[in-house]
Structure formats: C-alpha cells, structure tokens
C-alpha cells in the first residue's frame, strides 16, 4: 500500500525566504503527484499537480518538482510572504484513482 | 458560483445516534469522495462515488454509509458502530475520477463531535 511522508512535520521561516517542502512516497507506479494547501479549519485548495510522465509545474512563486524513481517531491517556495502561513500536503494518485495524502508540513512565515 | 458545500459546519452526537453529513457540488463532476482528517494523520478515504447509484469503500468505510442518488450529492451517514466518530470530514469531487490530469475540489468541511 502506498504510504506518503512529510518532512518537515513543522517549519518556521522569515518573511523574503525561499524554502523546500518534501515529499516521498514509497510507490513509484503513480498516476500523479499532487499538492495542496490547507488552511486552519478549512478545505484543500489544490496548487500543482505533476502528471507522472512530468519532471515538474510552476506556478507563481510556487514550483514543484517530481523524481518517480527516487520517490520524491519537493514544493520550492520562492520570496514568502506571511499569507503562505498555511499546512501543505502533498498527495499521490494510483491506478485505481485512490489519492494517498501524507500528513503535511505546517508553514509559518513570520513577519 | 461553482464549488463544493458542506454542512453543517460543526456537528455533535449523542450516543448511538446516526447523524448525516451532507455534501452537494454544482460542478458537473461524476466523482465524488469523502475523506476523514485526524489531527497528525493524512487525509483517508472513508467512501468514493465515480457515477450516480454507485459506490466503493476506502480504506475505513467500517461504521459509515453513503447513497449517491443525484449526480449532484453524496451524503455520508456515521453511524453507531464508528465507535470513534470524532475528526473533521471532507468531501471532494472531480470531473471523471479517473484522470491522469485532473484534480480533485475540496469542501470546506464539517467537524464532527460526540457529546
């Protein structure tokens, strides 16, 4: 069974730093990897999504990559900002469209 | 103004009671999911839904129940045999369910908790 972890569980950084999420996942035979933010309380709103033939997505500030044969993800976040503040999980897809979330990074980016 | 509802927001139960959570989309999706958050723990899939008036289990559908009657809707009962019913549970959709592309769309969530 697929298993997906975060590392780190917990990060705290100052505003204007670039930083990296991390995610693996233990099986490569993967539709797509997926990453999403999650607000205190709140809903998933989807960010990126790498289709397993992909290397990687960009969008905004926000650029993940994909390495299906080392079973790796990394979320680069360039120039935070307080308002990135959030919980980030990253997801993989299987074959049979089941979707395996990790237990996500808690971001903190202080003023 | 596409998206995806939940209600209630916070729900309570008593002992041995049923209660339903309900979650409707405007979307036009075929695929519906309900998952269960835990603090420290992923997201897991209780039920998911790819086409009306039919349905699969996830990996903890014990003590849970589902219809999908309307395109449109998929509620999710917990019953009295879910012993521990308490976390937050999130509904989401996507288009055909089965894309290697296509992303799924979150609800904001009901929080469920026994008195």
């Known amino acids: 069974k697929q298993e997906v972890t975060q590392i780190p569980a917990a990060l705290s950084v100052p505003e204007g730093e670039n930083l990296v999420l991390n995610c693996s996942f233990t099986?490569?035979?993967?539709?797509?990897l997926q990453w999403f933010r999650q607000d205190p309380g709140k809903g998933l709103t989807s960010l990126l999504l790498?289709?397993?033939?992909?290397r990687e997505q960009t969008s905004g500030r926000l650029n993940a990559s994909l390495d299906k044969s080392s079973g790796r993800s990394t979320l680069y976040i360039a120039a935070s900002q307080p308002g990135d503040s959030a919980t980030y999980l990253c997801?993989?897809?299987?074959?049979?469209?089941?979707?395996?979330f990790g237990t996500g990074t808690r971001l903190t980016v202080i003023p | 103004d596409g998206g995806i509802t939940q209600s209630p927001k916070y729900l309570f139960r008593k002992e041995g009671q049923n209660v339903t959570l309900s979650c409707e989309q405007n979307?036009?999706?075929?695929?519906m999911y309900w998952y269960r958050q835990d603090p420290g723990q992923g997201l897991r899939l209780i039920y998911y839904?790819?086409?009306?008036?039919?349905?699969q289990k996830g990996d903890i559908a014990e003590g849970y129940s589902v219809s999908r009657e309307k395109k449109e809707s998929f509620p999710l009962t917990v019953t009295s045999a879910q012993k521990n019913p308490t976390a937050f549970y999130l509904c989401?959709?996507?288009?055909?369910?089965?894309?290697?592309?296509?992303?799924?769309?979150f609800g904001p969530g009901t929080r469920l908790l026994v008195l």
């Open positions: 989401a959709s996507s288009i055909f369910g089965s894309q290697e592309q296509e992303t799924q769309y």
């Open positions: 099986d490569s035979a993967i539709y797509n």
């Open positions: 790498i289709q397993s033939s992909q």
């Open positions: 997801a993989a897809l299987n074959g049979a469209n089941n979707l395996f």
């Open positions: 979307l036009n999706h075929d695929a």
């Open positions: 839904s790819q086409i009306v008036n039919d349905f």
